[in-house]
């Protein structure tokens, strides 16, 4: 596989389900990121990791936890959700932080119930 | 002072015309400003890129006009094609923090042929 994928494409959950988002990256950079969009709102950053060391966190309620094992993966654990977080939840990376040529996956589209 | 505003929403341009996609940002920190393009069901990718040292930057078919004093960028799409039918959205982000962008709220294009 190439690029960087995003697994599930879709997701529905209820308000009090736990689920993981994961995003995969096979171009060997070292920056990952979560995006957020929403219908009519611009792109949303989430989280920034560099080196597997997060270095944003852009004030995201804390039902949503980020991990980064290595440089490779991100998941985004979801817990205790409200409807408003539906929306397209997008994984990208870069070569480095400060290199803002990012490389976006096709996103997760959640929906919660 | 963080959001970069995006102009029009929408816009239907006929085939072989030109489209112009503005922006306008606040930050004066701001000092790298891309442009992506985002095909349905898929994620943004990066179409071109300018920083303030220039005033225009082009790729094919594609040009970033950049005015520094106005914090104005606007981008412009020669000879349209129905393939560029898509969404654009313009970003921007700081020094160093190339990957931390602040996009703008995108802009529909519909090139009919």
């Known amino acids: 596989e190439t690029g960087v994928t995003q697994t599930p494409r879709h997701l529905v959950m209820g308000m009090t389900n736990k689920k993981s988002l994961k995003c995969e990256q096979h171009?060997?950079?070292?920056?990952m990121y979560w995006y957020k969009q929403s219908a009519k709102k611009p792109l949303e950053l989430m989280f920034v990791?560099?080196?597997?060391?997060?270095?944003e966190n852009n004030s995201v309620p804390s039902r949503f936890s980020p991990e980064c094992p290595n440089s490779s993966h991100l998941f985004l654990h979801l817990h205790t959700l409200q409807p408003e977080d539906s929306a397209l939840y997008l994984c990208?990376?870069?070569?480095?932080?400060?290199?803002?040529?990012?490389?976006f996956g096709e996103g997760s589209r959640l929906t919660v119930l | 002072q963080q959001q970069v505003k995006q102009s029009p929403q929408s816009l239907i341009v006929q085939k072989g015309g030109i489209s112009i996609i503005n922006c306008a940002y606040e930050?004066?920190?701001?000092?790298?400003f891309p442009w992506y393009q985002q095909f349905p069901g898929k994620g943004p990718a990066l179409l071109i890129a300018?920083?303030?040292?220039?005033s225009e930057k082009k790729e094919g078919r594609f040009t970033i006009s950049f005015n520094k004093s106005a914090k104005q960028f606007s981008l412009h799409i020669m000879d349209s094609q129905p393939g560029d039918s898509a969404t654009y959205f313009c970003?921007?982000?700081?020094?160093?923090?190339?990957?931390?962008?602040?996009f703008g709220q995108g802009t529909e294009l519909s090139v009919k042929p």
């Open positions: 990208a990376s870069s070569q480095e932080e400060w290199n803002g040529e990012l490389f």
């Open positions: 171009l060997g950079h070292n920056a």
């Open positions: 990791y560099n080196f597997k060391e997060q270095t």
């Open positions: 930050n004066t920190a701001f000092d790298y």
């Open positions: 300018i920083r303030p040292d220039v």
């Open positions: 970003a921007a982000s700081r020094n160093n923090q190339g990957g931390k962008l602040i």
